[in-house]
């Protein structure tokens, strides 16, 4: 009951405090909003097409373009229109489907794949374009191979090509970064995953700013004065620590979720994660508030080391991209652990076993962490 009282009277200051709720729950959902928008976005380039004969084979050409996972077709009249757009920035590529395609007599049928010059992106959107007509000259071919064996025309076994290629299981690429498989997640699930634990630990320590107040106010002297413990306050004031972070966590988690259709992994595993990282955040706020003299070196100083160890783990950047002494280094602040545990549950569909050993590193953290801020703050309790 103590414990419940100490925890709902920090819970309600930190609600009247509306320019802090706006940094706590606001901000970062506008971020994530944003940055989930932009990689949404990102995952499907624009790609202008001109058919200029119309045809059923340059017809089948643009359906297969407009099935691909990552390219977002727009048609275009003229290939000058094209090239327009394509030096507006309006497109990340073109095709150009003349109507000599259609010419089953000819001896080679070409495509024409336009794409700016010096363009990474512009790069990839060829490649996606270039994988998707390939898909359609191996149907093509084949059609024209059973044509020869078969007799008929190449059109005749088009639709048979066709499903025999959809049937055929497709062939998967594994990227390896230093001798071990790292498969990150893709677009907004990987975004996601390190948003919350960047956030959740940002905001944690900022509201270590609360028991600096707190100390200043005297509120802690009045409750003391009253039949509750140091250690009452202590366990009120970790719990309402955790909720605020669990509270912060479920937002995120739910925004992504419905939002941008982030599937979090196994329930069971996620959850353990989510809720051993909120016990990180109350912990390192807690002690964040026993170090700092005043609510402004709270909220000032610990955002910025909040994400300087967000940079250290991940957060930022993949740590596969960083040298090995920064990967190390990286995993010497909890986030490492944290953005490692996110990706063997959103890429590898990990469980909870696969994720213990990270989940027991965090637990660690957030035992150090709570333990010396308990007794920092008892400390100041009874000085």
Known sequence: MIVATVAATTLRRVARDR???????????LIIVLVG???????????GVVDEGGGPLATELVDDLRQADSIEVRTFDDEDALRLALR????????????????????TRTVTVLSPPA???????????????????????????????AGGEPADHLAVAAALAEEAPPLQVRTSVGGESRTLPLGFSYSSSTMLVLFVFVNAVAGGATIVQNRQLGLYERMLAAPVSAGGVIAGETASYLLLALLQSLVIVGIGAVLFQVSWGDPLAAAALVVVWAAVGASAGMLAGTLA??????????????????MLGGCMWP????????QTIGHLVPHGWAVDAWIELL?????????????????????????????RLRRRLVA
């Open 19 to 29: 320019t802090g709720l706006f940094f706590m729950v606001l901000l970062p959902l």
């Open 37 to 47: 928008s932009s990689v949404s976005e990102a995952d499907r380039v624009a790609v």
């Open 88 to 107: 507006r920035s309006e497109l990340m590529a073109g095709v150009v489907i003349p109507a000599s395609v259609e010419d089953e007599a000819a001896a």
């Open 119 to 149: 363009s990474t992106t512009g790069l990839a959107a060829e490649q996606a374009v270039r994988a998707a007509l390939g898909r359609r000259a191996v149907v093509m071919t084949a059609a024209a191979f059973a044509a020869d064996e």
């Open 293 to 310: 003299r005043t609510p402004d070196q709270a909220t000032s100083i610990g955002p910025m080391v909040g994400i300087a160890f967000g």
């Open 319 to 326: 740590l596969e991209i960083v040298p090995p002494i920064m």
């Open 347 to 375: 890429s590898h569909d990990g469980g909870i076993g696969d994720v213990a050993r990270h989940l027991a590193v965090l637990a660690g953290f957030a035992a150090v962490f709570g333990v010396v801020a308990g007794a």
